[in-house]
């Protein structure tokens, strides 16, 4: 054994540099992994050198420290708490404001003492920035004290390659020699495999497939995956034109409608098998109009293992590759079935069965939304050892903290789940985390005063925080505001803001079975800023903390507040009231409709010209859709329930854009 791999201690900033670490043997001398590295060598199942146990055959390696290998990176994402839209959208936002997705602990990178560095360049996106890791080296280490080695392939045979760089830096060439040559050897047996294809005897035919490494919005396979069609034996159903480079490119679900695979792959970088299946079943309206869908040939594997990381496993899938493409062929499945590498169905890839009708989700109430013991309270201990970041307890990753981001200066428009700073910069502001302005109002709104854009409130003033949720209540009480204000002749002087609490996992509001989206637009036709408070299920936050936090951000956003006033669009239940007056008795409440008439409601509703659909319902006489009118108010009082359906029995939302903003609001009187 050298005295070189005696010394050798590495930091692996790549999952698939940790990967082709193990396969080597020098797991020992691992002391610093990314928060995304899956290490555990004793459950190590990928391709290895000497073919051999990894505890037994490389015991004789000095071991440089027995502690487990520290975590040495932070991702702004939570791709778990996400939708793939939201993490596309911050994805481009990081790019758009160069900034990273992702950053280096430098005390955890100093304390570990590399003297080796692996790293990329290929793809800031999935990885730190090479030109961070070179800046760190450069302020914390002497020189020659590490050595930084950027990987950067592109095609198969290039990932490959890196089995023997890496071997050959740590000072183990011949197990970076070994670990290639069995690759390629345990690949070719799939290749062998499916040449056993009749179709292939009979005219060449070969599978065309559609790798998805994306659903929302759909991109294909690029860099090496489409090497791994040629050795799986299939071949791309995108035409040659519409892939003019290697990279993984955006396509339109028309492209992939007019290019028919005969198999779909869904293995979205980043996501399990178990994400990437409940991904593409809610993406199954999508994927009907495929012939692919109709024959039930759509499956989903473990797309960060097998395919994103350009390391031992792409042999694994290259087998799933194959797999799929010949499920068809029985003689090609038994072969394949044969190799002791190939994952079995349900253990990194599956069909995918859809549902004959999609569940529809229920929706909780907002008190009930953020429950249990979990990141709020970690978050909190965090900030108050004025640490960086913390790790999520349900995920394990390392989560930026309040005090980082108030290091940082500024809000880098990526929707971090503790930006201190309102979500100013971020673009997409459906993928805010913490309380924020989703409509800040028009700066030219006409009319009354009443109806401002937050820039255009003057220091003290008197705010009202209406608490809307988009549905009929919330909106007649707006109107109601707007008669009190029209008949006060000036004396009521008052500027009107909108918040909405929603669950942020769907976009969805408690009861009302709204999106979020359908909110903004409400707020945007009637030109009053809108607050979001998105409420995170895994949180352990109280509904009322997040409240606060709430109207803190409209003290931040309007100066010097002189009365601050909320507003609630109750009509009759005690308790509601009750709780309200007791919870948040420190503020001045107001509750324009309570006990007045329905008849009066109906009337004024009738009045403003505005649609109202009923978005949510538990009875069988009164559906998703229908419109709510005097007649429903009337049946639905003859069927023994609230005519306003205040008891829960059906919620609403009223489509104000059916009308004009004037109209809408009733600012004539």
């Given at each position: 054994?050298?005295?070189?791999?005696?010394?050798?201690?590495?930091?692996?900033?790549?999952?698939?540099?940790?990967?082709?670490?193990?396969?080597?043997?020098?797991?020992?001398?691992?002391?610093?992994?990314?928060?995304?590295?899956?290490?555990?060598?004793?459950?190590?199942?990928?391709?290895?050198?000497?073919?051999?146990?990894?505890?037994?055959?490389?015991?004789?390696?000095?071991?440089?420290?027995?502690?487990?290998?520290?975590?040495?990176?932070?991702?702004?994402?939570?791709?778990?708490?996400?939708?793939?839209?939201?993490?596309?959208?911050?994805?481009?936002?990081?790019?758009?404001?160069?900034?990273?997705?992702?950053?280096?602990?430098?005390?955890?990178?100093?304390?570990?003492?590399?003297?080796?560095?692996?790293?990329?360049?290929?793809?800031?996106?999935?990885?730190?920035?090479?030109?961070?890791?070179?800046?760190?080296?450069?302020?914390?280490?002497?020189?020659?004290?590490?050595?930084?080695?950027?990987?950067?392939?592109?095609?198969?045979?290039?990932?490959?390659?890196?089995?023997?760089?890496?071997?050959?830096?740590?000072?183990?060439?011949?197990?970076?020699?070994?670990?290639?040559?069995?690759?390629?050897?345990?690949?070719?047996?799939?290749?062998?495999?499916?040449?056993?294809?009749?179709?292939?005897?009979?005219?060449?035919?070969?599978?065309?497939?559609?790798?998805?490494?994306?659903?929302?919005?759909?991109?294909?396979?690029?860099?090496?995956?489409?090497?791994?069609?040629?050795?799986?034996?299939?071949?791309?159903?995108?035409?040659?034109?519409?892939?003019?480079?290697?990279?993984?490119?955006?396509?339109?679900?028309?492209?992939?409608?007019?290019?028919?695979?005969?198999?779909?792959?869904?293995?979205?970088?980043?996501?399990?098998?178990?994400?990437?299946?409940?991904?593409?079943?809610?993406?199954?309206?999508?994927?009907?109009?495929?012939?692919?869908?109709?024959?039930?040939?759509?499956?989903?594997?473990?797309?960060?293992?097998?395919?994103?990381?350009?390391?031992?496993?792409?042999?694994?899938?290259?087998?799933?590759?194959?797999?799929?493409?010949?499920?068809?062929?029985?003689?090609?499945?038994?072969?394949?079935?044969?190799?002791?590498?190939?994952?079995?169905?349900?253990?990194?890839?599956?069909?995918?069965?859809?549902?004959?009708?999609?569940?529809?989700?229920?929706?909780?109430?907002?008190?009930?939304?953020?429950?249990?013991?979990?990141?709020?309270?970690?978050?909190?201990?965090?900030?108050?050892?004025?640490?960086?970041?913390?790790?999520?307890?349900?995920?394990?990753?390392?989560?930026?903290?309040?005090?980082?981001?108030?290091?940082?200066?500024?809000?880098?428009?990526?929707?971090?789940?503790?930006?201190?700073?309102?979500?100013?910069?971020?673009?997409?502001?459906?993928?805010?985390?913490?309380?924020?302005?989703?409509?800040?109002?028009?700066?030219?709104?006409?009319?009354?005063?009443?109806?401002?854009?937050?820039?255009?409130?003057?220091?003290?003033?008197?705010?009202?925080?209406?608490?809307?949720?988009?549905?009929?209540?919330?909106?007649?009480?707006?109107?109601?505001?707007?008669?009190?204000?029209?008949?006060?002749?000036?004396?009521?002087?008052?500027?009107?803001?909108?918040?909405?609490?929603?669950?942020?996992?769907?976009?969805?509001?408690?009861?009302?079975?709204?999106?979020?989206?359908?909110?903004?637009?409400?707020?945007?036709?009637?030109?009053?800023?809108?607050?979001?408070?998105?409420?995170?299920?895994?949180?352990?936050?109280?509904?009322?903390?997040?409240?606060?936090?709430?109207?803190?951000?409209?003290?931040?956003?309007?100066?010097?507040?002189?009365?601050?006033?909320?507003?609630?669009?109750?009509?009759?239940?005690?308790?509601?009231?009750?709780?309200?007056?007791?919870?948040?008795?420190?503020?001045?409440?107001?509750?324009?409709?309570?006990?007045?008439?329905?008849?009066?409601?109906?009337?004024?509703?009738?009045?403003?010209?505005?649609?109202?659909?009923?978005?949510?319902?538990?009875?069988d006489g009164i559906g998703v859709g229908t419109t709510f009118s005097r007649t429903l108010w009337q049946d639905a009082t003859k069927m023994g329930i609230d005519g306003f359906g205040e008891e829960g029995e059906f919620h609403s939302v009223a489509e104000v854009w059916t009308a004009s903003k004037e109209q809408a609001l009733g600012l004539k009187l």
């Amino acid at each position: 054994m050298s005295k070189a791999i005696n010394k050798l201690r590495i930091a692996s900033l790549l999952p698939s540099t940790t990967d082709i670490c193990i396969s080597l043997g020098l797991h020992k001398h691992v002391v610093g992994i990314t928060h995304e590295c899956d290490f555990d060598p004793s459950t190590y199942s990928m391709l290895t050198v000497r073919d051999a146990n990894l505890s037994s055959s490389l015991s004789t390696d000095n071991q440089p420290t027995t502690k487990p290998p520290s975590t040495l990176t932070v991702s702004h994402i939570d791709i778990h708490t996400s939708s793939q839209a939201e993490i596309d959208d911050a994805v481009k936002n990081s790019v758009h404001n160069g900034l990273s997705l992702y950053n280096l602990n430098d005390t955890a990178l100093t304390d570990a003492k590399p003297s080796v560095i692996l790293t990329q360049s290929l793809c800031d996106v999935c990885a730190v920035a090479k030109d961070e890791v070179d800046t760190e080296v450069a302020c914390n280490f002497r020189p020659g004290q590490c050595k930084v080695i950027s990987l950067e392939p592109e095609s198969l045979e290039e990932v490959v390659d890196t089995f023997v760089t890496v071997g050959e830096t740590c000072g183990v060439p011949e197990r970076g020699e070994e670990l290639k040559a069995k690759f390629w050897s345990d690949v070719t047996k799939v290749k062998e495999a499916v040449t056993l294809s009749s179709k292939r005897l009979e005219g060449n035919h070969q599978p065309r497939i559609m790798f998805l490494e994306w659903l929302d919005p759909p991109y294909d396979a690029g860099h090496w995956i489409p090497d791994m069609f040629e050795w799986s034996g299939c071949t791309s159903s995108l035409d040659s034109s519409q892939k003019p480079t290697r990279k993984s490119v955006r396509i339109l679900w028309e492209q992939l409608y007019d290019c028919d695979p005969d198999v779909v792959l869904i293995g979205c970088c980043g996501f399990d098998l178990k994400r990437n299946m409940m991904d593409s079943i809610q993406a199954m309206d999508k994927l009907k109009p495929l012939r692919a869908f109709r024959e039930g040939r759509i499956y989903a594997a473990d797309g960060n293992l097998f395919f994103a990381r350009p390391g031992p496993a792409l042999r694994e899938g290259i087998a799933i590759l194959a797999r799929c493409a010949y499920d068809d062929e029985d003689v090609v499945r038994e072969a394949l079935d044969e190799l002791s590498f190939l994952p079995k169905e349900g253990n990194g890839w599956a069909q995918v069965h859809f549902p004959a009708k999609a569940k529809k989700q229920s929706i909780p109430d907002v008190e009930d939304l953020v429950t249990g013991d979990t990141f709020f309270e970690f978050h909190q201990e965090a900030c108050e050892a004025n640490e960086d970041f913390y790790v999520d307890p349900t995920t394990g990753y390392n989560v930026f903290t309040e005090v980082a981001h108030k290091k940082r200066g500024k809000c880098c428009g990526s929707g971090c789940r503790h930006c201190p700073y309102n979500h100013v910069n971020l673009k997409d502001k459906t993928m805010i985390q913490q309380p924020a302005f989703l409509y800040e109002g028009t700066d030219n709104a006409s009319g009354d005063a009443f109806i401002s854009s937050l820039s255009s409130i003057p220091p003290n003033s008197h705010i009202k925080v209406l608490f809307f949720s988009g549905g009929k209540d919330s909106y007649l009480t707006i109107r109601k505001l707007v008669q009190q204000k029209l008949q006060s002749n000036g004396t009521d002087n008052f500027h009107l803001v909108l918040l909405t609490t929603y669950d942020f996992e769907t976009k969805v509001i408690a009861h009302q079975d709204v999106n979020i989206d359908t909110v903004c637009r409400q707020a945007r036709h009637l030109e009053i800023p809108l607050l979001g408070i998105p409420l995170h299920r895994s949180s352990g936050e109280e509904y009322l903390s997040r409240i606060e936090k709430g109207l803190d951000a409209v003290r931040s956003a309007i100066p010097d507040i002189k009365q601050l006033t909320l507003v609630f669009g109750d009509l009759h239940l005690e308790h509601i009231r009750q709780w309200r007056e007791k919870e948040l008795s420190k503020y001045s409440l107001e509750y324009p409709l309570w006990k007045v008439p329905y008849t009066e409601l109906v009337d004024d509703l009738e009045a403003s010209g505005v649609n109202i659909v009923v978005s949510a319902s538990n009875q069988d006489g009164i559906g998703v859709g229908t419109t709510f009118s005097r007649t429903l108010w009337q049946d639905a009082t003859k069927m023994g329930i609230d005519g306003f359906g205040e008891e829960g029995e059906f919620h609403s939302v009223a489509e104000v854009w059916t009308a004009s903003k004037e109209q809408a609001l009733g600012l004539k009187l």
